[in-house]
T-cell receptor, first 115, second 112 residues
Framework: NAGVMQNPRHLVRRRGQEARLRCSPV?????VYWYRQLPEEGLKFMVY????????ESGMPKERFSAEFPKEGPSILRIQQVVRGDSAAYFC?????????????FGSGTQLSVL | GDSVTQMEGPVTLSEEAFLTINCTYT??????LFWYVQYPGEGLQLLLK?????DKGSNKGFEATYRKETTSFHLEKGSVQVSDSAVYFC???????????FGTGTRLTIIP
């Protein structure tokens, strides 16, 4: 794997707390994607960002979820006031260009558990 | 909407056995099809892909053929190794990287 770093690997939160998931893309990659895998389901697209811009957030829940990819630093997926249904594996991927399938690199994921 | 149905796991095979993991899809238009693999502790990696009907993707001894008539993209390998133990995801794309649609994944364990 070409080095997408996600942290933490495991995150435990109580209902109502905030969860912040971090993703450092491969050096030089300016496109970041977030996917969520709920138990017993496939990965589902959430949001696509390109440095400082949200390009497509059609897969994001309308409330409590937000994402950013600042000019400096990692991409952050933020979940406010978590509920048990947010428990899932969250995967980040990066690419140097849009639409080039071979160059999509995934991180190992963050497993969020909401108690 | 688009969807991918993947053979449920887990699958356990002996070394050198023949492997098939079934994948069927529902999609509008003419999607590209993929198999991704996730080794323990690592992120998903692209294993192989096919972009049009009758294309065969291949890599590391794995093969899959894009069958439009049966809307399938089954993964095969003639002789598996212990190092093939991983989770395998079938996926499709109508819009490029940002909107891959994945199956649920199949955990494969190969025993010596």
């Amino acid at each position: 794997n070409a080095g997408v770093m996600q942290n933490p690997r495991h995150l435990v939160r109580r209902r109502g707390q905030e969860a912040r998931l971090r993703c450092s893309p491969v050096k030089g990659h300016s496109h970041v994607y977030w996917y969520r895998q709920l138990p017993e389901e496939g990965l589902k697209f959430m949001v696509y960002l390109q440095k400082e811009n949200i390009i497509d957030e059609s897969g994001m829940p309308k409330e409590r979820f937000s994402a950013e990819f600042p000019k400096e630093g990692p991409s952050i997926l933020r979940i406010q006031q978590v509920v048990r249904g947010d428990s899932a594996a969250y995967f980040c991927a990066s690419s140097p260009l849009a639409g080039i399938d071979e160059k999509l690199f995934f991180g190992s994921g963050t497993q969020l558990s909401v108690l | 909407g688009d969807s991918v149905t993947q053979m449920e796991g887990p699958v356990t095979l002996s070394e050198e056995a023949f492997l098939t993991i079934n994948c069927t899809y529902t999609a509008t238009g003419y999607p590209s099809l993929f198999w991704y693999v996730q080794y323990p502790g690592e992120g998903l990696q692209l294993l192989l892909k096919a972009t049009k009907a009758d294309d065969k993707g291949s890599n590391k001894g794995f093969e899959a053929t894009y069958r439009k008539e049966t809307t399938s993209f089954h993964l095969e390998k003639g002789s598996v190794q212990v190092s093939d133990s991983a989770v395998y995801f079938c996926a499709l794309s109508n819009f490029g990287n940002e909107k891959l649609t994945f199956g649920t994944g199949t955990r494969l364990t190969i025993i010596p």
